[in-house]
Nanobody, 127 residues
Framework: VQLQASGGGLVQPGGSLRLSCEASAFDLVYYGIGWFRQVPGKEREGVSHINLETGSTYYADSVKGRFTISRDETKNTVYLQMNSLKPEDTAVYFC?????????????????????WGQGTLVTVSS
């Protein structure tokens, strides 16, 4: 299983970025994809989740109304559209795959739910 995250960069406050997470696997079923972020010295924080069976989405309160998670099944890719970015959104962003169907309402933003992780992509929000 390989997850390729991309799309990070430097953006001014109030700006937008779209992150991509391309998944490749030939013998696994993906139940969900999560986006997380981490800054040095802090725990990894769950940002958003999409259930690939139902299409349902979920967001951390800190990004609700600003971030949108979506998928393109034809490209095996999940996106995180980030609008109205704030300096506190600065972090390394990771995508992760749940291949066990372990996600629940309580656990969908917990790193323990996920089995495979992509490399991070750095998002810096600064003027």
């Amino acid at each position: 299983v390989q997850l390729q995250a991309s799309g990070g960069g430097l953006v001014q406050p109030g700006g937008s970025l779209r992150l991509s997470c391309e998944a490749s696997a030939f013998d696994l079923v993906y139940y969900g994809i999560g986006w997380f972020r981490q800054v040095p010295g802090k725990e990894r924080e769950g940002v958003s989740h999409i259930n690939l069976e139902t299409g349902s989405t979920y967001y951390a309160d800190s990004v609700k109304g600003r971030f949108t998670i979506s998928r393109d099944e034809t490209k095996n890719t999940v996106y995180l559209q980030m609008n109205s970015l704030k300096p506190e959104d600065t972090a390394v962003y990771f995508c992760a795959a749940d291949v066990r169907g372990a996600s629940t309402r309580l656990s969908r933003l917990s790193p323990l739910t996920y089995d495979y992780w992509g490399q991070g992509t750095l998002v810096t929000v600064s003027s």
